[in-house]
């Protein structure tokens, strides 16, 4: 009997160990917390990192961290963010506190067979509050929607250099 309850007191330990161990970046099992994408076309994907916690930033950077690897992966230089969203606890966050109208573009690409066009669309908002930050035990998700390409990056605020933010944004150990 006292050797059924010291190996389960010790399989319990271990199991707690493997948990508390696990990495905060780290690929999404099912719809659980770490990353996934999605791909949109060949240049165009959805990517989203989910964590439990308050810390809506460190959601976004990671976010953004994989949206690099998706771009070097698929052999690409630069990204640029189409769209983005925070969702604390599944209600959508504005990156700042705001009150009044905002406004935003998506880009699409579309391509035929001798060439491309790409079209924005203007996205208008109207917004109010501030948001403090989630709780200890929220869920937060930040989600980004990009388009890669290679050579010369776009001089836009939303472009980014996939190595540099790979080198920037990645866990140190």
């Known amino acids: 009997m006292k050797t059924h309850i010291v190996m389960l007191f010790t399989l319990a330990s271990l199991v707690l160990v493997g948990c508390s161990s696990q990495p905060d970046y780290r ?3 099912g719809s659980g917390y770490g990353y996934q994408e999605t ?20 959601a976004m950077d990671y976010a953004l961290l994989r949206a690099a690897e998706v771009t070097l992966e698929n052999g690409y230089d630069w990204f640029v963010v189409t769209h983005r969203e925070t969702l604390i606890d599944r209600e959508r966050v504005s990156p700042e506190s705001s009150i009044g109208y905002t406004s935003s573009n998506d880009m699409v690409t579309r391509c035929g067979l001798i060439s491309c066009t790409t079209t924005h669309y203007p996205r208008d908002t109207f917004s109010a509050g501030v948001h403090i930050g989630g709780r200890k035990s929220s869920e937060i998700e930040s989600i980004v929607e990009i388009k890669i390409g290679k050579g010369t990056r776009p001089d836009t605020d939303y472009s980014f250099n996939a190595l540099e933010v790979k ?3 990645s866990p140190k150990n």
């Open 27 to 29: 690929k999404a099992e």
């Open 39 to 58: 791909k949109i076309s060949d240049t165009q994907y959805r990517v989203s990192f989910k964590a439990r916690g308050s810390d809506k930033t460190k």
């Open 167 to 169: 080198e920037n944004l």
